[in-house]
């Protein structure tokens, strides 16, 4: 079979698993959950024997020391997969969900109930446990889904499938509920984003190229993440000690992430007092500094920032820093340079809070916090399937809701159009 | 200027009055929309004008009359025009608004902001009135909107933008907010739909070649409307008279629309009762029938339907019937054929009610009412920019909630992540 013909028939059966999927009840999908998780603590060796096939295939093609340790299944991931089934399975349904219903003039009464997007497409690179927590979100919110994680991942995922089709089964759902693809053949991510009658959006989750490249060449809706440029400004009536907790967290809590901070943009009228403590922290921690002619003239020894900076996703121990002069500057700055994903000040002044937060147009924005918090699980969802950088249908952290939509109900009792 | 440097010029601007847009108060936005109304009236004559300067082109280009009737602006569509602004004005804003705001264990507080989608793209045909429907949604909702509307409406719809640019400038909001493409060069639209950097979303009206070319080349996310193939399914415990009052309305309150009945679906039990009622009064009312086989073994006399049938949009006085047993069959019917657009159920039985409303995956899903109803002002939205048969962001009728997203907000007090 060729790899076209194949995806033709993973995504007819995807589409048709998807309309059982829809009209599931919470129960059954529930006890899937808890079956596949009972399925991974059980099958715990033939996980982490596959995982090693994977792993030695990996060290023979030279795969460097980064992504084997994201591709390996160690005792605590599938722990932490086990546990992540069992969250996934006690968070509410949010499918079938009604709000709004009210009565019209014409005695019609309306409103919206939440239904599942129907089949997801997620494109993902080596982590095996990935390929897990896709598959319980999409199950959760009552969409077929079909994944392909890297080639890298092949034998670790195909185990991961069959835990995910007991699940399945032992739930009485179809089995192609949830479709792990089989071939590596790197063609069959072009089928897959290029059909819109099987499948109804696409969640790539990777590298910025990867999703740069899905993007571009998908016929379906994506949600997206791309980069992570977040800020942090710091007022000129912020709370110093909040300012500098805040500042050092987002950068050096995690430095991979994408709600990292990468640059810091301080008010004139504090950076004298502010900046040295801030250095002096951030040099201890071994974080780079590159700044603003300005930054570079209070703390002297550190490298000037070069128009790339602005728009650079480190992640890494490297901070941009920039000198501006009042609210607006500062927010001029972030809408010209910030990826749109999480931007913060820190102020104890309610009007300069107020304007921050309606007219910087990011995904989370924030008042004396730290990006960091810009995550799902922080935000309360339960879970996260991504981070959208997009503006339409979800922004910031998508959870269950985020793949779901609303369809209009109307209740009547004879209503005809006058 | 090159079409391209033209486009490229109408998109960087748009981008930057999109964040004056964001951010304009709600009286200034109503200000800007009853100044519009005002020069809408007091340039009638101007406005006739330009419309006869396309009219003649037009009919000299051989338009045909149905055609030449869209792109007639009458004094009655002028009144229309007018009101309609009125009434946009009178809208509550969505922009700003703060929902579902919570405190999480860490100390932060979460909640969703509204906030525009930013620029907006229309594609539109020859009714020189969607140009001010558009404009005045899009102004409403903090957007930024280009607007590309036919080019045989090319006159009218400069002269409406004079009147948008002067609503503008009385309220001190960008002339850019709104733009209406001046040249009639077709690779305009190539450019627009290609314009992510500044183009958010596009719309499209228009038939259903349009848009199917719009989705395929479109670079940016498309908010679209594909065709409306309606049923209505007359259930075995339908109360008849109802189902007869809907069945006609459905399909006879106007043929052209979108939310018109194309198929009946009807129950075998009741089909020996209701259709040769139904059939008299769609003869009566000049609708041709074309039946499944068992539908013309009941009402005789009629042509029987084609598997083309099922899948038509007619936008005409003919209608396709089936019979069906049962519920499971009528929602086969509907979830094979439907496009997903608005799709009805007649019964007085709870269950098969219930069931009909969670399992017909259609953005507007309907028990004992018409189909004529899914409408944004029927739905209470004021207003309406079309309505989506897409899945993803807003389903049904799209108002100026539809042309906004949520962003995340966080207010803390210093909080980091531990």
Redesign the interface.
């Known amino acids: 079979m060729s790899v076209e013909s194949y995806m033709q028939s993973v995504g007819q059966q995807a589409r048709t698993a998807s ?1 059982a999927m ?2 599931a009840e919470t129960e059954q999908k529930n006890k899937a959950l808890l079956a596949m998780a009972e399925a991974v603590a059980s099958k715990r060796d033939e996980l982490m024997q596959a995982n090693e096939e994977d792993l030695q295939r990996g060290r023979s093609n030279g795969l460097d020391a980064a992504m084997l340790d994201r591709l390996a299944l160690t005792p605590a991931r599938i722990d932490n997969m086990i546990e992540g089934l069992r969250q996934v399975a006690s968070l509410p349904d949010p499918v ?1 969900e009604i709000s709004d219903m ?1 009565y ?1 003039p ?1 005695g ?1 009464q ?1 409103g919206k ?1 939440r ?1 599942p ?2 089949v997801i497409g997620i494109i993902y690179e080596s982590r095996p446990n990935v390929t897990m927590e896709a598959a319980s979100l999409c199950l959760k919110s009552g969409n077929a889904a079909i994944l392909r994680g890297g080639s890298e991942a092949i034998a670790s995922n195909q185990a991961l499938a069959a835990c995910i089709r007991h699940g399945l089964q032992v739930a009485g759902l179809p089995a192609e509920a949830v479709q792990v693809i089989e071939t590596t053949d790197r063609a069959a991510v072009g089928y897959l984003i290029t059909m819109p009658e099987f499948v ?2 696409i969640v790539p989750r990777g590298g910025k190229g990867l999703i740069e490249r899905i993007s ?1 060449e998908a ?1 379906v ?1 994506v ?1 997206k993440h791309l980069d992570g440029i977040c800020h942090v400004y710091i007022d000129s009536e912020a ?1 110093l ?2 300012a500098i ?2 500042a ?3 950068k050096t ?1 995690r430095y991979g992430t994408c709600n990292t901070m990468e640059t810091l943009l301080v008010d004139g009228m504090v950076a004298d007092v502010v900046l040295p403590q801030l250095a002096e922290r951030y040099h201890e921690l071994g974080v780079e500094l590159r700044g603003c002619s300005r930054t570079c003239a209070i703390l002297g020894d550190i490298q000037a920032a070069t128009e790339e900076d602005w728009s650079t996703e480190y992640l890494a121990p490297v901070l941009a820093i920039r000198i501006v002069d009042g609210l607006d500057q500062a927010m001029d700055h972030i ?1 010209t340079y910030s990826s749109q994903h999480t931007d ?1 000040i820190v102020t104890e002044n309610y009007s300069k809070a107020r ?1 921050f ?3 910087v ?10 990006t ?3 995550d799902g699980f ?3 969802l339960g879970a996260e399937i991504g981070i959208s950088t ?8 998508v959870g269950l809701e985020g793949l779901t ?13 006058r």
Not at 405 to 417: A, H, N, P
Request: charged share 30%; glycine share 8%; hydrophobic share 35%.
């Open positions: 309309r829809a009209r079938g009210a019209r014409s019609i309306i109930m239904v997007l129907g109804d959006v571009r016929r809706p949600i709370d000690t909040k907790n805040i050092i967290n987002a809590h809408n913060a304007r937060l309606r007219e147009d990011s995904s989370s924005v924030m008042v004396n916090a730290s960091r918090f810009a922080e935000y309360g997009d503006k339409i249908h979800a922004r910031g952290p939509s609303q369809k209009y109900i109307v209740l009547g009792d004879g209503q005809i159009r």
